[in-house]
Antibody
């Protein structure tokens, strides 16, 4: 059974940093691109970042470029999102998702984690 | 960025009704369009990929159609468990991924 379990969310002050993790199981993690998608409270879905299966290619939405870093450790079956210079508008539930489809960064999300809440407040 | 205009934003229907949601892209995205269902407090779930393909395990009352800029998502006979918010998502390789704003579906 495919499982994605996020962790690392919590309360952080504006300007602070936080690292999210997503532990994967039930599939060959190193064969899949992985993604982060977020959802602000009561709002819709916003795409954040992607990383290719071998970590060689990454993508960032303009809203987080230069502040967030996506990475993965295929030996630990874990995806990460290092978030810095956090702003109030970054407050959201962050989901990791597995990507399937064609291309270097397949972007059909067939499995999602349960999400982890990041609260940015002083 | 490609804008996805989803309508309606909310919808109330009766059990057994046929429900239709539309999604319009601001430019041609071929069939690079997915549909997701999100129940309250839960993660989104993939229902339809590549505009018209039913994800494994998803009931056949769900369907999708369209190409280019205009897409349709249909529930042929609404069931109580279908209460959720539905999102379209485009994934044209030459543009950032974007989602529609969502359609909240309620039982009348």
């Amino acid at each position: 059974e495919v499982q994605l379990v996020e962790s690392g969310g919590g309360l952080v002050q504006p300007g602070g940093s936080l690292r999210l993790s997503c532990a994967a199981s039930g599939f060959t993690f190193s064969s899949y691109a992985m993604h982060w998608v977020r959802q602000a409270p009561g709002k819709g879905l916003e795409y954040v970042s992607a990383i290719s299966s071998n970590g060689g290619s990454t993508y960032y939405a303009n809203s987080v470029k230069g502040r967030f870093t996506i990475s993965r450790d295929n030996s630990k079956n874990t995806l990460y999102l290092q978030m810095g210079s956090l702003r109030a508008e970054d407050m959201a539930v962050y989901y990791c998702a597995r990507g399937v489809g064609s291309g270097p960064l397949p972007t059909t999300f067939d499995y999602w984690g349960q999400g982890t809440l990041v609260t940015v407040s002083s | 960025d490609i804008q996805m205009t989803q309508s309606p934003s909310s919808l109330s229907a009766s059990v057994g009704d046929r429900v239709t949601i539309t999604c319009q892209a601001s430019q041609d995205i071929s069939n690079y369009l997915n549909w997701y269902q999100q129940k309250p407090g839960k993660a989104p779930k993939l229902l339809i990929y590549d505009a018209s393909n039913l994800e494994t395990g998803v009931p056949s009352r769900f369907s999708g159609s369209g190409s280019g800029t205009d897409f349709t998502f249909t529930i042929s006979s609404l069931q109580p468990e279908d209460i959720a918010t539905y999102y379209c998502q485009q994934y044209d390789n030459l543009a950032p991924i974007t989602f529609g704003q969502g359609t909240r579906l309620e039982i009348k």
